[in-house]
C-alpha cells in the first residue's frame, strides 16, 4: 500500500519535472532561434495532429485558413482558440487547451496559419 503511493508520487514529479524541462527547452530555443510557422508547429506537437494539406485528427491548417479568410477578427481567434482548445467547429473531435503557449507562440501560430489558404 505504502509503496504503491510513493511509487506514485515518483512518477508524478517525474512528469512535472520532465514539462519543466520540456518547457524551459522550448523557450530557450525560442530565445535563440525565434522560430516561427512550420518549425514552431512541429516543436509545440501540432503536427501530430494536423497536416497543412490533409485532414486527420484535426483540420488541415489550409482549410483553417481558407475558412477565415478575409474575417477581420481572425488572427486573434485564432490565438485563443489555439490556446483554450476547440469544439465542435469542425468536428466531433475537440482539440485539447494548448496550456505550454505563450500568448506570443499563440498569436504567432495563428498568424501563420493564416498564411496557409
Ligand atoms: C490532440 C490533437 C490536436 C493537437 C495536438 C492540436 N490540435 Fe488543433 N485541432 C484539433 C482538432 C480535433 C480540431 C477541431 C476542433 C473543433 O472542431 O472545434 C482542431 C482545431 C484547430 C484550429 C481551428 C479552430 C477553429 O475554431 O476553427 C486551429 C487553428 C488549430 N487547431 C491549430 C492548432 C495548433 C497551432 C496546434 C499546436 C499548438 C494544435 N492545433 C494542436 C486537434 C489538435
Given at each position: 500500500m505504502k509503496q504503491k503511493s510513493q511509487a506514485k508520487n515518483k512518477t508524478a514529479t517525474l512528469a512535472a519535472a520532465l514539462t519543466l524541462t520540456f518547457g524551459l527547452a522550448a523557450s530557450d530555443a525560442q530565445a535563440q532561434n525565434g522560430p516561427g510557422g512550420l518549425a514552431l508547429a512541429q516543436q509545440q506537437n501540432c503536427m501530430s495532429c494536423h497536416s497543412v494539406t490533409r485532414t486527420f485528427m484535426g483540420p488541415a491548417l489550409r482549410d483553417v485558413a481558407a475558412k477565415y479568410?478575409?474575417?477581420?477578427?481572425a488572427q486573434n481567434y485564432l490565438a485563443h482558440k489555439i490556446a483554450e482548445g476547440s469544439s465542435g467547429v469542425w468536428g466531433m473531435v475537440p482539440m485539447p487547451a494548448?496550456?505550454?503557449?505563450?500568448p506570443g507562440q499563440a498569436a504567432t501560430l495563428a498568424s501563420w496559419i493564416l498564411t496557409l489558404k
Open positions: 479568410a478575409g474575417k477581420p477578427d494548448n496550456t505550454q503557449l505563450s
